[in-house]
Nanobody, 115 residues
Framework: QVQLVESGGGLVQAGGSLRLSCAAS????????MGWYRQAPGKQRDLVAI???????KYADSVKGRFTISRDNAKNTVDLQMNSLKPEDTAVYYC?????????WGQGTQVTVSS
């Protein structure tokens, strides 16, 4: 069982920045990938960014050039630097990790961007 704890969410104005952090703990065998997803009210949970053990990354088209994912494999942490935030970025953001046994989710942290 892996536990994920997120921090860094909050309320910001459009154009501002936030940095989300996530730390994994528990019975960690080997994490293959860590990333971030988000879910707006009434909408599907979608990928924001993910980083694999080989350093490969994937970003949603809507955040490319604005968000940057970083990961420390040794510490089992992953961060998401969010710049030039837009109201449409408003959502609950979830940390995600994948190991040999399955996928794990954090509790979610609210990000609200006002206009």
């Amino acid at each position: 069982q892996v536990q994920l704890v997120e921090s860094g969410g909050g309320l910001v104005q459009a154009g501002g920045s936030l940095r989300l952090s996530c730390a994994a703990s528990g019975r960690i065998s080997a994490i293959y990938a860590m990333g971030w997803y988000r879910q707006a009210p009434g909408k599907q949970r979608d990928l924001v960014a993910i980083r694999g053990n080989d350093g490969s990354t994937k970003y949603a088209d809507s955040v490319k050039g604005r968000f940057t994912i970083s990961r420390d494999n040794a510490k089992n942490t992953v961060d998401l630097q969010m710049n030039s935030l837009k109201p449409e970025d408003t959502a609950v953001y979830y940390c995600n990790a994948v190991d040999r046994y399955g996928a794990y989710w954090g509790q979610g942290t609210q990000v609200t961007v006002s206009s």
